[in-house]
């Protein structure tokens, strides 16, 4: 049988990612301590495995197909097909960024101030070429963690990872510039890109992993509505919508009603709700989704 290797991310995108894939309708069960998650999808084997190794089991052919950063590709230097940009992260939706960062009382004011600095990171060749493009000799140190502890006694500054900053500004640390900006990827091998067969599954993987993600920002809405308040509740949908109209058979009254269904950013809603009743709309009920493909 054909079958895709696939490479999740284990850390911190892990959970995310494999309740995208839930919602996606791959039915993933990790199981203590394996690396190797049961998938329902006999077409699929799935590996745990570190985003910062991912693009390159991916580039060797090790694995067929991976979830990892733009960041993690460039580092790697990564030769792979790009699927799709899928633009979730470990907090949310949206993309992440890696930062050059220094203690809030330091002196340091641009990268320009960095020459003859230590500056602690595990971005390292992303690193390098940030700082030879900006004409900066500094000393790079590999960091294995809690990167942002590490100034001003162990390093004068930091590149790292954040997604709000919060982190960094709780350790009284304040951001000089962005070094590069990522958001997750689905990457494939060029060889498998290649495979007709492969190349098949991997696109129908990318569609629904991104329907997953749409839908993650969107409901749905249903709700009943005479026809002579139709035009006056249409007129309060988002002018991009195309609701849905049926007609309703009510045999307890003769007035002709339709029912409207329309999918809406979720952050439309709660305003829309009210001004929806207002209008004459009943039964109104709002819905979850899982894919808007």
């Known amino acids: 049988m054909n079958k895709i290797k696939f490479g999740i991310p284990k850390g911190s995108l892990q959970d995310t990612t494999i309740n995208l894939l839930k919602k996606a309708g791959y039915s993933i069960k990790v199981k203590s301590r394996s690396y190797f998650p049961t998938v329902g999808d006999d077409e699929l084997e799935c590996i745990l495995m570190r985003a910062q190794e991912i693009p390159r089991y991916v580039e060797d052919g090790t694995i067929d197909l991976g979830i990892s950063g733009y960041d993690w590709i460039q580092?790697?230097?990564?030769?792979?097909?790009?699927v799709s940009e899928l633009l979730y992260a470990k907090q949310g939706l949206g993309k992440v960024r890696w930062v050059l960062a220094v203690p809030e009382k330091s002196n340091i004011k641009s990268v320009k101030d960095l020459k003859g600095k230590k500056i602690a990171t595990e971005l390292m060749n992303v690193s390098k070429k940030y700082l030879k493009k900006n004409g900066v000799s500094a000393n790079?140190?590999?960091?294995?963690?809690?990167?942002?502890?590490?100034?001003?006694?162990?390093?004068?500054?930091?590149?790292?990872?954040?997604?709000?900053?919060?982190?960094?500004?709780?350790?009284?640390?304040?951001?000089?510039?962005?070094?590069?900006?990522?958001?997750?990827?689905l990457i494939a091998n060029k060889e498998s890109w290649k495979?007709?067969?492969?190349?098949?599954?991997?696109?129908?993987?990318?569609?629904?992993?991104?329907?997953?993600?749409?839908?993650?920002?969107?409901?749905g809405l249903m709700m009943n509505v005479r026809e002579k308040e139709l035009?006056?509740?249409?007129?309060?949908?988002?002018?991009?919508?195309?609701?849905?109209?049926?007609?309703?058979?009510?045999?307890?009254?003769?007035?002709?009603?339709?029912?409207?269904l329309v999918v809406l950013k979720e952050e439309e809603v709660r305003k829309l709700i009210i001004d929806l009743k207002n209008a004459g709309a009943e039964g109104i009920v709002e819905f979850p989704l899982n894919k808007v493909i």
């Open 140 to 185: 790079l140190e590999f960091s294995w963690g809690a990167t942002e502890i590490k100034p001003p006694q162990l390093a004068d500054a930091i590149i790292e990872l954040t997604e709000t900053g919060s982190t960094l500004y709780e350790n009284n640390l304040r951001i000089v510039d962005t070094v590069i900006e990522s958001s997750t990827r």
């Open 231 to 260: 035009d006056k509740v249409l007129k309060i949908l988002p002018s991009i919508t195309n609701p849905t109209i049926s007609k309703l058979v009510n045999k307890n009254t003769k007035e002709p009603w339709v029912d409207v």
């Open 195 to 219: 495979n007709a067969w492969k190349k098949k599954k991997i696109t129908e993987i990318s569609t629904l992993l991104l329907g997953a993600i749409n839908a993650e920002q969107m409901v």
């Open 75 to 82: 580092e790697n230097n990564a030769k792979v097909q790009e």
